[in-house]
């Protein structure tokens, strides 16, 4: 397994990789979360999403909450030191999922926590505010974050902050335009403009630069992905081309684990490229797989959030998982404030298997703190190589933000 085999190279390297990252991320803006779910398949470990905008912070263990609530005070402190007490939580419009809700109601708590007060908002008007309950019983009021002249009012002020918990999928134009108030993370991280491919380049980028610190072959923290753009998957010609191109995809990557020793076969998934929830994701073993859909298939594929269709996909490696708990698929989901670990969790699934795609329908989530993921060998640094995947997907958003020009207004450095 190579897990230990790359704590134990970055346990040697601990001080140069320490001053690396730090140096790396001087100059950049962190969102104020983030959180990744990882693969690790014995011979590969890396992300297979990045999700800035996560739901879930119900799902971590109490431990990591309460080191939560240091990471956000910290994090408020320094790069928001204008902010007294006023801050609004900007919410999807999931008004029946309790689930959800349970999310907010624990992202609202921590940041109270820090001694903030903070109000629950969604960006459109409402005559009145909402009564929502969570999965766990517990009440939210959300206000309307209405916008006027410009500035964002809610009930009746306007927030000095605006922690984003939306992400921005639906087309919220006529709210986002002209504004100019401080929101983090900033709307254009979402996936109205945002895609995937994005985030993965960078993140293979870094990577390199990580590998060569610890002297070990880059492939085994990178996920290989392409784009595919212009995509009609009512046009059989256009399915036909993304057929062969998957086709060339599994080749390369062939010949990719036969270099690199890796037994694992090769397969891929087609992946909608401003797709989130676990939508628009079809795993393939062949571009025959995509030439075989039938119109349940395609219908399937080209589900997304809000009932809108898509013209881009990603295609990528697929890294099976090698964790079964309780006899049940699982993969671990690390979650950051700024760029430090702030907790996880295990998502697992009972109908699905090692390679298939594990954020779907009927999904469990299980204890996982960050601190059973830390391995003391050798009385090294209590570092991990999960963590370390998750700090570089945050370091590749930080340096994706810059690259694309997006302001984190109110941010200081």
């Excluded at 204008?82 to 801050?87: A, D, G, L």
């Excluded at 006027?148 to 009930?155: L, P, Q, R």
């Excluded at 989130?276 to 859909?293: A, C, H, M, P, Q």
Aim: proline letters at 4%; a neutral charge.
């Amino acid at each position: 397994m190579r897990q230990k085999l790359l704590h134990n190279k970055i346990c040697e390297n601990f001080k140069s990789l320490s001053e690396w990252y730090q140096k790396k991320g001087d100059d950049l803006a962190f969102p104020i979360y983030s959180s990744f779910d990882i693969r690790d398949s014995g011979e590969k470990i890396a992300p297979v999403d990045a999700n800035i905008f996560p739901a879930g912070f119900n799902n971590i263990c109490d431990v990591d909450k309460e080191n939560t609530i240091e990471l956000l005070s910290a994090y408020l402190k320094k790069h928001y030191p204008q902010v007294s007490n006023n801050i609004v939580l900007l919410t999807e419009e999931h008004t029946q999922n309790a689930y959800y809700w349970e999310n907010v109601y624990t992202i609202k708590s921590l940041i109270e926590k820090t001694g903030y007060k903070c109000q629950v908002a969604i960006p459109r008007e409402l005559s009145e505010p909402l009564k929502v309950k969570s999965v766990n019983g517990h009440e939210l009021t959300v206000y309307s974050a209405e916008k006027i002249s410009g500035k964002i009012i809610v009930n009746g002020t306007e927030p000095e902050l605006i922690i984003n918990n939306n992400d921005f999928s639906s087309d919220y134009s006529s709210w986002i335009e002209g504004l100019e108030a401080s929101i983090n993370p900033p709307f254009r991280l979402g996936w109205f403009w945002r895609r995937k491919e994005s985030f993965f380049m960078q993140y293979n980028s870094v990577v390199e630069q990580f590998c060569e610190i610890i002297d070990l072959p880059s492939s085994y923290l990178q996920v290989k992905t392409e784009p595919f753009k212009g995509f009609d998957i009512n046009n059989e010609d256009s399915r036909e081309e993304l057929a062969k191109k998957v086709d060339l995809f599994l080749d390369e990557i062939k010949n990719d684990y036969e270099k690199f020793n890796i037994s694992s076969k090769p397969y891929a998934f087609i992946k909608n490229s401003s797709g989130t929830y676990g939508l628009g994701v079809t795993k393939v073993d062949s571009g025959n797989d995509i030439r075989e859909w039938s119109y349940k298939s395609r219908k399937k594929m080209k589900a997304a959030k809000g009932g809108g269709g898509f013209n881009e996909v990603i295609i990528q490696e697929g890294i099976p998982t090698k964790y079964k708990t309780d006899n049940e698929t699982a993969e671990p989901a690390i979650y950051l404030i700024s760029r430090r670990l702030a907790g996880g969790f295990l998502r697992t699934h009972n109908k699905k298997g090692a390679d298939d795609n594990l954020n779907s329908p009927g999904a469990v989530y299980k204890r996982l703190c960050v601190s059973d993921l830390k391995i003391d060998i050798a009385k090294c640094p209590l570092e991990n190589v999960y963590g370390w995947v998750a700090k570089l997907g945050v370091l590749a958003i930080a340096i994706e933000a810059q690259e694309a020009s997006i302001p984190f207004i109110g941010y200081k450095q």
